[in-house]
C-alpha cells in the first residue's frame, strides 16, 4: 500500500494567536492536490484512506519521521515487562526509564506524540465530513466503507488520547483556516469512549469480514477494539460477545501448523507468523487481524524501526578485544537494542512454552567474522564477559538471562537476550539499512483470544476462560491451565507471554488498574521512579498556551 502525503493541515490543537477573517485563508488549488479537488469521486477517497493508513503505520516509525524516537515508545516501555536498555539522553526512552523530572509538559516527545495523533484525527475527519458531499459520485455501500475505515482509525487515535492523558478535547469535524479556535475544553473520558463506541459499531455494521486487501481493517478489527473498549468501561458482558464474535468468525483462527516460509526449517507455528513474507492472510496467516505494510526500495513504500529498537547491539560483543559478530540476516540485521524485556518477561515462561523458546527470543549469536577467530582460552558466556562455545565460524556466542538485569549504561548490556519478533534485514550489500521494510502483524486473534478470556472471568465464568486461555498455551506447548488458575494476573502474564512487544503493555496495565503495582514489582528501573501522577502524561505546554481564550487544566502534579 502506497504512502500518500498527509491529509492534515496540522495539529488541531496547536493553535495561533491570529484571529482570522473568514475566506482570508480560503485557497483555490489549481496544481496541488488538496481535499477541495481530491475528496471529488471515490479514487480520490480511497487515495486519502491510503494516506491515513499511512499515519497509522507511524506508529512504529520515528516520530515526525525522526530515526531515534519510536512514536510508539509511551505504550511499550516503562511497564512490568519492557524497559530501555540503551536510552539516549533526552529522547522518548529517557522519559519512560526515568520518569520524574523528564516527564514533563515542555518534553519534545509529548507534545509530537500529541500533534501525530490530532493529526491522525483531524485527517479522518477530513473524509469523514468531505464523504457527505452530494455531489460525490458513488455507490451507498462506496461511501459506507470509507466513512467505516475513516471512524474505525479515529476512535484508534482517540483509544491512545484518553489511555495516555484522559480527558482531552474532542473533536469530530475538520480542522482547517477558517475554524481556529483558542476555547478547547477537555471532554471526560465517557463521552471520548461513547463517541469511540459508535464510531467503531458503525465500522462493524459496514466493513467486510475479511479486509479488501492487506493492510486495510475489517469488521473483526472493530469487534476486537469494541471488545476491550467494553472491558475497559466494565460493560464485561458486551466484551464477551464482542470477543466471541471475532473468535467465532469461520474466516480467522489460530494458526497451529508450520507454514509458509521457512515451514521445512526448525522452527514453530507462533513464530512462522513473524517472518517476513508470512504475515499477510495473502501469505496463508489466518491469525493476522491488521498488518502494517512496507515495501524495500519503493517510493511511498513506507518503513518501521522495530527491528532497529529491539535487537541488541551485538556487533559491539568483545571477546579477547575482537569482534566476532558483524551484522547478518541470519542475525537479525541491524539493531541499536533501544528496547529490552525485563527479567520478568522471561520468568514467566514454562520450560517447553514456543513462546519463551529460542525460535522466539535471541539466545546466542552466530559467530561470523573470520578475523576474530580467538586464540588462547575459549571461556563460557557469563553475564558479565561473553565468550565461545566453539573455535570456529557458525558457532554460537550465548546469551544470558541467569543473572540480574545489566545496567542500561553497562558497556556489557548487548549480553541480554532480545525478542525475535523484529527480526529483519534488506539483502546485502544493504544489511546495516537502520529500518525495516518487511510488513508486520499489528493485531492478531490470539490478543482477541485473551481479551474474551477476561471478559470470562469477569463474568464468573472461569472454565470457560480456561478453555480460551488454553487454545493458546496448547498450540505453544504450555502446560494446560484449570479454572482454578484463572485470575486477572494470570491472564496478564499470559499477555505478556504471548503478546510481548506487540500488545499495547501500557494500556492493559492501565485499564486493569494494574500499571503501578505490578512496574513497581517488576521493572527494577522504572519501578523505583514512577509516582502515581505517572499514570497520565502531562497535557503538552504549547497545547496548554495555544489556548488563549479559556484556560486548559493540566493533569494533577505537572503543575509548573
Known amino acids: 500500500m502506497n504512502k ?20 482570508f485563508l480560503d485557497e483555490e488549488p489549481k496544481a496541488i ?38 512514536t510508539s515508545t509511551a505504550a511499550i516501555i516503562g511497564v512490568d ?32 506524540l500529541w500533534e501525530y495523533l490530532y493529526q491522525t484525527i483531524n485527517a479522518a475527519n477530513t473524509i469523514v465530513d468531505r464523504a457527505e458531499n452530494p455531489d460525490v459520485e458513488w455507490t451507498e455501500d462506496e461511501k459506507n466503507q470509507v466513512l467505516a475505515e475513516a471512524r474505525l482509525i479515529r476512535a484508534w487515535a482517540y483509544r491512545h488520547l484518553t489511555y495516555l492523558w484522559g480527558k482531552v478535547p ?23 469512549r461513547a463517541a469511540m463506541e459508535q464510531d467503531w459499531l458503525f465500522a462493524e455494521a459496514h466493513l467486510p469480514d475479511v479486509p479488501v486487501m492487506d ?51 526448525p522452527g514453530t507455528p507462533f513464530t512462522d507468523m513473524f517472518l517476513d513474507k508470512n504475515s499477510n492472510r495473502s501469505e496463508g496467516n489466518r491469525e493476522v487481524l491488521w498488518t502494517f505494510q512496507n515495501e524495500y526500495l519503493t517510493v511511498g513504500g513506507d518503513v518501521n524501526i522495530m527491528r532497529r529498537w529491539w535487537v541488541n ?54 559467530i561470523n567474522n573470520p578475523s576474530s577467530l ?31 538485569e545489566p545496567n542500561p549504561s553497562a558497556t556489557t548490556a548487548q549480553n541480554w537476550p532480545s525478542t525475535r519478533k523484529w527480526d529483519w534485514a534488506p539483502p546485502p550489500p544493504d544489511v546495516e539499512n537502520s529500518s525495516n521494510y518487511n510488513d508486520q502483524v499489528y493485531l492478531r486473534l490470539a490478543e482477541t483470544y485473551l481479551l474474551l478470556a477476561e471478559a470470562q472471568l469477569k463474568v464468573g465464568d472461569a472454565p470457560n476462560a480456561a478453555i480460551t486461555i488454553n487454545a493458546l498455551r ?52 522504572t519501578g523505583a521512579k514512577i509516582a502515581l501522577r505517572d499514570t497520565l502524561l502531562p497535557i503538552p505546554q504549547s497545547v496548554i498556551d495555544a489556548n488563549l481564550t479559556k484556560p486548559m487544566e493540566q493533569n494533577p502534579g505537572y503543575d509548573q
Open 4 to 23: 500518500f502525503t498527509k491529509l492534515s493541515l496540522s495539529t488541531i490543537l496547536v493553535l495561533s494567536g491570529l484571529q482570522c477573517h473568514k475566506g
Open 81 to 112: 515487562n519492557a524497559y530501555s536498555l540503551y536510552p539516549a539522553g533526552g529522547a522518548a526512552e529517557s522519559v519512560f526509564n526515568d520518569f520524574g523530572v523528564r516527564m514533563n509538559p515542555t518534553a519534545n516527545y509529548i507534545r509530537n
Open 215 to 265: 493492510g486495510r481493517a475489517s469488521k473483526v478489527v472493530a469487534q476486537h477494539y469494541l471488545a476491550e473498549l467494553y472491558l475497559t468501561m466494565g460493560a464485561n458482558e458486551k466484551a464477551r460477545d464482542k470477543a466471541q464474535a471475532v473468535v467465532s468468525n469461520p474466516n480467522y483462527n489460530l494458526m497451529t501448523e508450520r507454514y509458509g516460509v521457512n515451514a521445512s526449517q
Open 313 to 366: 547491539r551485538y556487533n559491539t560483543i568483545k571477546v579477547n578485544n575482537k569482534t566476532p559478530i558483524t551484522f547478518s540476516v541470519e542475525n537479525g540485521g541491524r539493531g541499536i537494542g533501544r528496547f529490552a524485556a525485563t527479567k520478568y518477561a522471561f520468568s514467566v515462561y514454562g520450560a517447553n512454552d514456543d513462546r519463551g523458546s529460542y525460535h522466539a527470543w535471541r539466545y546466542f549469536y552466530l
Open 170 to 192: 474532542l473533536n469530530l469535524h475538520e480542522s482547517d483556516g477558517n475554524s481556529i479556535r483558542t476555547d478547547w475544553e477537555r471532554t471526560s473520558v465517557a463521552e471520548i
Open 474 to 525: 496448547n498450540r505453544a506447548h504450555a502446560t494446560p491451565i484449570t479454572a482454578g488458575d484463572v485470575t486477572l494476573a494470570f491472564i496478564l502474564d499470559e499477555r505478556s507471554r504471548e503478546l510481548f512487544s506487540e500488545e499495547h503493555r501500557r494500556y492493559t496495565l492501565l485499564r486493569t488498574g494494574t500499571w503501578f503495582d505490578r512496574t513497581k514489582q517488576y521493572n527494577r528501573f
Open 374 to 404: 580467538p586464540s588462547g582460552s575459549k571461556p563460557e558466556a557469563t553475564c558479565a564477559s561473553p565468550g565461545w562455545t566453539g573455535p570456529g565460524l557458525g558457532d554460537t556466542i550465548k546469551l544470558s538471562v541467569d543473572c540480574n
Open 33 to 70: 492536490i488538496a481535499p477541495d479537488n481530491l475528496y471529488v469521486n471515490k479514487a480520490g477517497f480511497d487515495a486519502g484512506l491510503f494516506g491515513l493508513y499511512s499515519q497509522v503505520r507511524s506508529e512504529r516509525k520515528g516520530i515526525n519521521g525522526a530515526s531515534n524516537d519510536l
